[in-house]
């Protein structure tokens, strides 16, 4: 997307998932309590564009509904993505959107974790580690053209 030469110039991609419709009862009694479960996890990041291409993570299998699990008692989500060749570079862009996009829409009681799928990038290990930091991910979020990538992926609108 910024005119560099694609490290997977063909990339796969697989049919999306139908968004759930929304009902006038989803939002008919404030005083229900609803837990958060994969599905809406799903559904807040399937969206975000990959830095690299012109598809969504959804569409390119980099975040799939059956790797995302949520435990409401404990106040927890956990994210595991997949990018779509070993080498991406794209890799800890991906998860600081992935990140960012969660911080930004659930609520702050849940302690959020994404990590890569275990043996799908070379350097799993150091970006499950930036990703796991609080201080990089802080110090990543202040530098003003990082910050401008992670909210185009988020922000794209077709």
Not at 123 to 131: C, F, P, R, V, Y
Request: hydrophobic share 35%.
């Amino acid at each position: 997307m910024n005119g560099a030469p694609l490290q997977n110039a063909t990339p796969v991609i697989k049919e999306v998932a139908s968004h759930r419709e929304s009902r006038n009862t989803d939002w008919d009694d404030e005083q229900v309590y609803d837990e958060v479960d994969a599905r809406e996890v799903f559904d807040l990041i399937r969206d975000i564009k990959d830095p690299e291409h012109p598809h969504t993570l959804e569409e390119l299998s980099v975040v799939q509904e059956e790797l995302i699990t949520c435990n409401d008692t404990e106040n927890h989500i956990a994210v595991t993505f997949t990018p779509t060749i070993p080498h991406c570079s794209m890799a800890t862009l991906i998860g600081l959107s992935i990140r960012v996009k969660l911080l930004r829409s659930v609520s702050n009681r849940f302690k959020v974790d994404i990590r890569i799928t275990p043996g799908t990038h070379q350097s799993e290990d150091a970006i499950n580690k930036q990703l796991g930091d609080k201080e990089r991910v802080a110090a990543a979020l202040e530098n003003p053209q990082l910050l401008n990538m992670v909210n185009q992926c988020i922000y794209s609108v077709e």
